[in-house]
């Protein structure tokens, strides 16, 4: 038996322009009225009306399983926020757009068939990076998507980039400006006046 189902291929596409969408993850909802779009793709290059499109957007699919969990979700990419929910049970959040990212299925994955709808939202907030000026902000599920019945290698955290250095904020060794200011205040933690 495969120890990875590809779940990569046609979707079921929707923007949350306003309407409604908490049952949008509901088993057995009625999705007969979303298109049907590539994952992996950007949906800003779907249809024209998305192009600058910054929002939230629904993923849907249905897939059928081997066996039942333990299992793990693999997505090779999404932009920007993105909450995987597998036959209604949400599995958690991931917030970055470009590295890979993996949940746990826990027990919502059942023999035979599964529904998986991913909820992506790519509005922009103050403190989520990038929210710089020049980078364009695709949103979607834009790497591959599998199932994998084997856990994945752990992989170590990158080594720390930023540093403070005479009061400002360094990444790897270059000054950061954020807002046009490149200089953070230091103030004294409690307890050390």
């Keep these: 038996m495969s120890e990875t189902i590809d779940l990569s291929g046609q979707w079921q596409f929707v923007p949350d322009l306003g309407a409604p ?12 009225d979303w298109e049907s779009v590539p994952v992996p793709g950007c949906w800003n290059r779907y249809r024209e009306c998305y192009a600058l499109y910054e929002g939230i957007g629904w993923y849907a699919r249905r ?3 081997p066996r039942s969990g333990p299992a793990w979700l693999r997505f090779d990419g999404a932009n920007y926020e993105t909450t995987p929910f597998l036959n209604g049970v949400a599995l ?11 949940f746990a299925t826990g027990d919502a994955l059942r ?3 599964n ?3 991913v909820r992506v939202d790519n509005r922009r907030h103050r403190m ?3 929210a710089v000026s020049g980078w364009f902000n695709y949103g979607g599920l834009h790497g591959d998507v599998r199932l994998l019945f084997t856990a994945p290698e ?4 990158p080594p720390p980039r930023t540093r403070l250095h005479a009061g400002r904020l360094e990444v790897k060794g270059r000054p950061v400006f954020l807002r046009g200011i490149n200089y953070l205040p230091l103030h004294p933690t409690a307890g050390s006046m």
């Design 21 to 32: 969408s908490a049952e949008y993850a509901t088993p057995g909802y009625d999705r007969s």
């Design 63 to 65: 897939f059928h399983s």
């Design 92 to 102: 958690g959040t991931h917030r970055g757009g470009g590295a890979g990212f993996t």
């Design 111 to 113: 023999e035979g068939a």
């Design 115 to 117: 529904e998986l709808v």
């Design 128 to 130: 989520h990076f990038p």
């Design 154 to 157: 752990p992989r170590p955290a």
